[in-house]
């Protein structure tokens, strides 16, 4: 996110099109998503607390490395390098909030901190209006991030590690990683193309931007009620219905009404699943609790990659992008199915 937020000033320091600032962005998360399972199972192997200090290290480095050459293609090497520090932060913070303070409520703060994040960077770097931003901020963030982690508690001992590692053929956690794709995955596609949809619908500019933002923000508040609705299907259900009517009716455009309570609807429905789907993998392996979070979470990641720029192709059909809408819709919507009876297994 943070590259982002100043995309017009790093492509007059790189010299480049933003085209080509996207692939800052591209390229962390790449490494960031193939290195989910590995990042899980080192969790496993060393523990979460290890693997998060060398993972904001990792980060932190890449990024300090990328302030020393204004070169584009350098600071995209960096952004992967970095990518792989995210990767091994992001699945070991998880695993260390289930070794040590273990419970689902928890995992929902830990969720709610990590979208935060996202959302301070869009408003603390471009304050700072500076290409050089992006890459000082992380160095921060991941340099007092491994300060705090290695003075943090250790976590409990670990079982042996486990032969085999989580895979597709568990239909556990196949059940999670639709739950998280379909919640977080989706909402983050639509998130990406929410304001050009609203303003080919005649939303000025500004206020497209406010709903869309309503789509990635409000999970921050539910992403730690998800962890009181283990156990309770229903509910469960029901937010991926509401989740799934509610992008379809985003698909509309007008009334502006619809369109921003579509957005919030969108945003709430989308945190809900978090804890469920990252508690309930890590309870279907117990003998490889950080593989299979891993696992989870790169489910989302790859839907993210695949589905974004397939619906930003539909804006060049006749409605402007709202088939792409309804398909999200249905996807999401369909997701229920895969919530079992008592909601987590």
């Not at 480049?16 to 996207?22: K, R, T, W």
């Not at 260390?96 to 969720?111: E, F, L």
């Not at 309804?326 to 997701?335: E, I, N, T």
Request: glycine residues 12%; positive net charge.
């Amino acid at each position: 996110m943070n590259t982002g937020s100043v995309a017009d000033e790093l492509s007059a320091a790189y010299g480049v099109s933003l085209a080509v600032i996207g692939l800052f962005t591209t390229a962390l998360f790449l490494t960031h998503a193939s290195l989910q399972v590995p990042a899980g199972r080192l969790c496993d192997r060393y523990g979460a607390r290890i693997v998060g200090i060398v993972g904001l290290s990792v980060t932190a480095g890449a990024s300090a490395l990328a302030l020393t050459w204004k070169v584009a293609a350098f600071a995209i090497a960096m952004r992967a390098l970095a990518g792989v520090g995210t990767a091994l932060t992001f699945v070991s913070g998880s695993d260390y909030v289930r070794s040590t303070v273990g419970s689902p409520v928890a995992q929902g703060w830990y969720g709610a901190g990590s979208m935060a994040g996202g959302g301070v960077a869009l408003a603390i770097v471009p304050q700072l209006g500076s290409w050089r931003a992006p890459f000082t901020t992380a160095v921060v963030v991941g340099v007092v991030g491994a300060i705090l982690l290695a003075a943090a508690p250790r976590e409990a001992p670990r079982p042996p590690l486990a032969r085999s590692l989580p895979n597709f053929r568990d239909p556990r956690l196949v059940r999670f990683a639709v739950m998280h794709s379909a919640s977080f995955g989706l909402s983050v596609v639509i998130g990406n193309w929410i304001v050009t949809l609203l303003e080919r619908a005649d939303v000025t500019s500004r206020t497209a931007a406010a709903a869309g933002a309503l789509t990635l923000l409000l999970g921050v508040f539910t992403r730690p009620l998800g962890g009181r609705l283990i156990g309770h299907s229903g509910l469960l259900r029901a937010s991926f219905l509401a989740g799934g009517a509610a992008t379809v009716a985003l698909s509309l455009g007008q009334p502006l009404a619809l369109a921003v309570a579509a957005a919030a609807v969108v945003g709430l429905a989308a945190g809900i699943p978090f804890a469920p789907s990252f508690a309930g993998a890590a309870a279907a392996r117990p003998d490889a609790p950080g593989a299979a979070v891993g696992l989870v979470n790169m489910t989302a990641a790859v839907t993210i990659l695949v589905l974004t720029p397939l619906v930003g192709l539909t804006f060049s059909l006749p409605g402007d992008g709202r088939f792409g809408f309804v398909v999200l819709g249905v996807l999401w919507a369909l997701a229920a199915l895969s919530v079992s009876a008592g909601g987590r297994r």
